[in-house]
């Protein structure tokens, strides 16, 4: 079956970086692309960008333009999200979630990935 | 970048009411919005997409309308496991940009 299995949770010092990896199975990862959303604590869903694993192209969010990379590995059928300049207001759970082929929604979700940033 | 506004912000009812949630966008999305449900300590769940068509496995009582700015997913019978808090979703045209809602909390009466 489809599954997105994130990498473990990350405790990280503010100005660092954090890569969370999104390991993908059970379909063609070149035909879907794959979001990123954060999910601060008690706080709503936040859209980050997607990347299209189909042929590299990536979309960000304004808020997070020049803080996030996005990548993919497709011989290992793996997403990454890297974030930058890391602050205590990034400390939530980050989802990847794989984009329908109709860009109309997030059909499969991965089990999210905590990152606490804290001094 | 849209704004999605969602209301009520909670909305309490009892098994076997019909449940009312608005999304208004603060400019119009087209057809595409998108609903999501979410449980506590879960990731969300594809309720509904482009704006009315129910996502694999959803069961018959999710129904979504609406077009331009205004949106509405409607329960038409509480199920017990329906409550959770609720994300409308809308995606921009090529290339597309996504933003959620704030979200309504169903909450049990």
């Given at each position: 079956q489809v599954q997105l299995v994130q990498s473990g949770a990350e405790v990280k010092k503010p100005g660092a970086s954090v890569k969370v990896s999104c390991k993908t199975s059970g379909y063609t990862f070149t035909h879907y692309a794959i979001h990123w959303v954060r999910q601060a604590p008690g706080q709503r869903l936040e859209w980050m960008g997607w990347i299209n694993?189909?042929?590299d192209d990536t979309k960000y969010s304004q808020k997070f333009q020049g803080r996030v990379t996005m990548t993919r590995d497709t011989p290992a059928t793996t997403v990454y999200m890297e974030l930058n300049s890391?602050?205590?207001?990034?400390t939530a759970v980050y989802y990847c979630a794989r984009i329908t082929d109709n860009w109309s929604g997030t059909d499969v979700w991965g089990q999210g990935t905590t990152v606490t940033v804290s001094s | 970048e849209i704004v999605l506004t969602q209301s009520p912000a909670t909305l309490s009812l009892s098994p076997g009411e019909r449940a009312t949630l608005s999304c208004r966008a603060s400019q119009s999305v087209s057809s595409y919005l998108a609903w999501y449900q979410q449980k506590p300590g879960q990731a969300p769940r594809l309720l509904?997409?482009?704006?009315s068509n129910r996502a694999?496995?959803?069961?018959?009582r999710f129904s979504g309308s609406g077009s331009g700015t205004d949106f509405t997913l409607t329960i038409s019978s509480l199920e017990p496991e329906d409550f959770a808090v609720y994300y409308c979703q809308q995606r921009s045209n090529w290339p597309p940009m996504y933003s959620f809602g704030q979200g309504t909390k169903l909450e049990i009466k």
């Open positions: 694993a189909g042929n890391l602050r205590s207001e990034d | 509904i997409y482009d704006t694999t496995g959803i069961p018959a």
